[in-house]
């Protein structure tokens, strides 16, 4: 039983009115009054999507085998639908020392959007079924041909594969530059010294070594202060197809760490894109861009490297999202102990403020261990929400997912009783990647369990009770063609809303790439703000609402426009 409803039952109990109760626990950020949400329908079997993940081994007994894996959203043939590609690991000869087991069907998986809630498996035809064991992955056009482009983090191999225009993909990870023989996480695209070229950033996690145990290999495998930390990578993009490692000279491989999650975002809004790492039971790292192409750590200083109270969390999933709308990026960070939700302070100046407690967002968090996360608007209401996946740290234990609502004051609710039945369910939860692939407005949602089979969830409002919205595809010219880095703001009446393009956020995995908007009961976004990465600022006045806009970046001196439905 949830804490929101053993506050009701005390205020109950003491003879508290019900309409003054709601009222009283909605101020409190306990509960949201009585109304009906979205519902997140598992409409897996029905969609086509059969993905059974695999940790390679009849049994679950190393660090590796509990990692799990991503996912993410793209859109790989431009037909305006957003496919699906899901990393899954493998048995690997020599790694360990017991069989797989049988029958696993061991590879990456790519499934292309039909169109109508259906997806095709075309795995095999795209040439994308991965190698070794995967974990993690990213999407972004590197090379700027209006293809997007992959990037998968394997154990000890990491794979590019490039977008050929023709439905099929070629692994350039050796001409390109780019690989990782290390443990790599969670990896970003970004444009990091805003050339117009998209960077690889690359999080690895610890040096790992499969033969060690632990004398008493009951209690459960070795976890990861077993083992030594990693250094991470940072790639410059050369503009020929090829990158250049510039970790060192960049200060990304100053110190190593245990990256699991990693995030992007400029949260001083200084126009230069800064990188959050999420490091497992040690201080977690914010680079900040120093904007001559070198970063500095300065976590410590803006206080999002430990928890609440010191302690070396195991960090999981890190978002940027700027969730009480004053135009400043705050922090999430998904965690196996205690979530962490950070307040940028803005131009107050100064550190981050941990809120975790009184934004409702810790009474979720003790009894789980929380993995894949999206900051996003499910209900289309102008505020951005909460959705958690949960599952066992180091046993094969299923946990209910959680989604809190975003009550407008600073606080949220957990309303997991109320959004389907999906949330009554357990699963051994790991990566979750978050997109409307059906086009109609509202947020879906893929789920990626360890050794289990993924999930599909549609975003379905209740009937005549949808809420407006606006939906952004970029296209950049000078900047990255991704418009990766773009800040853009929405005003509509009082309400400002504050988004920023980014490739990687949460576990492992990747959501829809273009920029959504709720507009609640708003038939127009009156001002569309965009700061391109270029230092471009596009205005559009009076856009439609309920449309998917495609927006060009300006040339230089030609009049800002949209290739979508403005008025």
Known sequence: MRTSRRQIAILLAAGTPLLALCGLLAQAGAVQPPTALPQFEDVTAKSGIHFQHSFGEKELRTILEGTGSGCTWIDYNNDGLLDLYVVNGRHVDGLTDHSAPDGVDATNHLYRNNGDGTFTDVTAQAGVPGKGFGVGVAAGDFDNDGHEDLYVTNYNSAILYRNNGNGTFTDVTAKAGVDNPYFGTGAAFLDYDRDGRLDLFVGNYLKFESNYRLYYSAEHYPGPLSYDPEVNRLFHNNGDGTFTD??????????????????????????????????DTMKSFLYHNNRNGTFTNVASDLNVDYGQNGEAATAMGPIFADYD????????VSDARYHRLYHNPGKAGGPFQDVTDRSGVGAVSGQYAGWGDGFFDFDNDGWKDLFIVNGGLTWLVPMEAVLLRNNGNGTFADVSSQAGGFFKAQYVGRGACFADYDNDGYIDAFITTLNGEGVLLHNDPPPGKRNHWLTVKLVGTRSNRDGYGTSLEAVTGTQHQYLQTTSESGYLSQNDPRPHFGLGQHTEVDTLILHWPSGTVQTLQHVQADQILTVTEPAPAVPAQAAGKAR
């Open 325 to 332: 709308n004053d135009g400043w990026q705050d922090l999430f």
């Open 246 to 279: 510039v970790s060192r000279q960049s200060g990304i491989a100053s110190e190593p760490g245990r990256a699991m999650g990693v995030t992007v975002g400029d949260y001083d809004n200084d126009g230069w894109p800064d990188i959050y790492v999420a490091n």
